[in-house]
């Protein structure tokens, strides 16, 4: 299957302009022509259509690398079992897709695009069934998850800990999606606060998000006993990528989550890396883990955090998390984690290469290029 990219990406080129229009086209034209799939979508669709842009832009500039886009197409593939999709699905949205793109073209749609998507997207398709009926052969869609902890930590976070009903295979640095029985289908990326361990539970930070649905359930409604449903884990955070003795993480607010499970596996490794750890918080009443990572740094012994406070000018020195970096002479001659808002994780990233760290040692979820997942 020879997948034409250069009509692809030009075509791409047509609708970008008119992207919002091309979801809503998408989703109208499925619901209608498909009512029995609307039933696997939550009630308001406004972070679905982003999520449907996102992973379009992602298809698009990752043709040419077969081995990353199969792998990130494997990963949503496994992701949206909990949804319920199913093969026969996939037919339906790539007609769906066509039809709102072609329609949304401003007149100057070819017959060779309609071609070259069809082309693309049986290979979409194609690497998502088989990476599903994979991943069906030995894991769940979902676990049921039950709330063991819930420590409220300051006005706006919560720490909650959760216990799945099955063994949860993740790696430390990943995340989960989570849902929450008072918002049904609707489902919110965390990053899991912890490495693995043998009683099996997760730890997840959650800041409350000014009308967001799920974090305010899981930070007002949420008690000890209540259950919660978690996808399964995706994720690239880890410390396979760190290839230096030296390694720096940055976090912003509950952007320790991630880096603080990395801190906790490299603890138990033979040559444990040196790490600095920078944490930024807007107000010194933001710092919500202190104690744990007293602990953590009593246990790793080669671990240096360092809390840096923004937003409050009588606090001196008045610092970001990379401003902190700067101010101790900390030399960024290794790999450098960074995690935190996506505006946090841009500004982070270009400071970083301004100071000469290499592209490739900076590590983030997310490429500073594109958007962040939203949590709320």
């Known amino acids: 299957m020879t997948i034409d990219i250069a009509l692809i990406r030009h075509s791409w080129l047509l609708v970008a302009p008119a992207a919002e229009k091309v979801t809503m086209h998408f989703y109208g034209k499925l619901f209608s022509e498909y009512p029995h799939i609307r039933e696997l979508f939550p009630p308001a669709m406004d972070l679905q259509r982003d999520r449907l842009l996102r992973a379009l832009t992602q298809v698009v500039l990752g043709l040419e690398d077969g081995e990353a886009l199969g792998g990130y197409l494997g990963a949503l593939a496994r992701d949206h079992r909990k949804y319920g999709v199913r093969p026969e699905h ?24 309609d071609e070259a998507w069809a082309t693309a997207y049986r290979y979409i398709a194609e690497v998502m ?12 869609p979902l676990w049921t998850g ?7 930590r300051t006005s706006d976070i919560v720490v909650i800990g959760v216990e799945p009903d099955r063994p949860y295979p993740f790696r430390a640095g990943q995340y989960a999606t989570l849902q929450s029985a008072h918002w049904p289908r609707v489902w919110r990326p965390y990053s899991i606060a912890n490495a693995p361990r043998h009683d099996n539970r997760l730890s997840f930070h959650v800041r409350a998000v000014p009308g967001g649905w799920v974090s305010t359930a899981l930070m007002r409604h949420t008690r ?19 290839r230096t003795p030296h390694l ?13 499970a990395l801190v906790e596996e490299s603890a138990w490794m033979p040559e444990r890396p040196s790490i600095d750890l920078f944490h930024g918080v807007r107000h010194s009443g933001d710092a919500y883990d ?8 009593a246990q790793h012994k ?6 840096a406070v923004s937003g409050e000018p009588e606090h001196w020195p008045c610092h970001t998390a990379v401003d902190a970096l700067e101010y101790h002479r900390v030399t960024p001659d290794g790999d450098v984690f960074v995690c935190g808002s996506e505006e946090m994780v841009r500004e982070t990233t270009a400071r970083l290469r301004a100071m000469g760290v290499p592209a490739d040692r900076v590590h983030t979820e997310f490429s500073p290029e594109r958007p962040s997942f939203v949590r709320s």
């Open 90 to 113: 996939y037919p339906a949205v790539g007609q769906c897709l066509l039809a709102a793109m072609r329609a949304n073209a401003g007149g100057a749609w070819l017959p060779a695009y």
């Open 302 to 307: 080669r671990l240096r955090i360092i809390q």
């Open 224 to 242: 000890v006993g209540d259950s919660l449903l978690l996808g399964p884990p995706r994720g690239s955070l880890v410390l396979d990528r760190a």
């Open 248 to 260: 720096v993480f940055l976090a912003g607010g509950t952007g320790l989550a991630p880096l603080k």
């Open 129 to 140: 069934i088989q990476a599903a009926e994979e991943d069906a052969a030995h894991a769940p």
């Open 290 to 297: 202190v104690q744990d990572l007293r602990r953590l740094r």
């Open 146 to 152: 039950t709330v063991v902890s819930h420590e409220v």
